[in-house]
Nanobody, 120 residues
Framework: QVQLVESGGGLVQAGGSLRLSCAAS????????RGWYRQAPGKQRELVAV???????NYADSVKGRFTISRDNAKKTVSLQMNDLKPEDTAIYYC??????????????WGQGTQVTVSQ
């Protein structure tokens, strides 16, 4: 069974930086996409950044130029470097991976979430 474990959340002042990491455990043939989503209180979960198997990335407009998504294929991880954090970045951040097993069946798995709080 594949599980995603996130780390790196916390409390930071506005203008500060945090780095989130997510590691997958379990048997996976391939990972098609790795992403970070976030959900603020009273709001819907939204895409923050995604990196696909070919290496292309996509970011929410609100984080472009401040956040960087990266991966380590050998370690089945995905990271999110967050710089110049703003109070509006406060949310629970979730890791997500779309992956295939050895029968090429596609799965979508979420991490448990990690809290990021940015103070004024």
């Amino acid at each position: 069974q594949v599980q995603l474990v996130e780390s790196g959340g916390g409390l930071v002042q506005a203008g500060g930086s945090l780095r989130l990491s997510c590691a997958a455990s379990g048997s996976m043939f391939s990972i098609d996409a790795r992403g970070w989503y976030r959900q603020a209180p009273g709001k819907q979960r939204e895409l923050v950044a995604v990196i696909i198997s070919g290496g292309s990335t996509n970011y929410a407009d609100s984080v472009k130029g401040r956040f960087t998504i990266s991966r380590d294929n050998a370690k089945k991880t995905v990271s999110l470097q967050m710089n110049d954090l703003k109070p509006e970045d406060t949310a629970i951040y979730y890791c997500n991976m779309e992956w295939r097993d050895y029968k090429r069946v596609v799965y979508n798995t979420w991490g448990q979430g990690t809290q990021v709080t940015v103070s004024q």
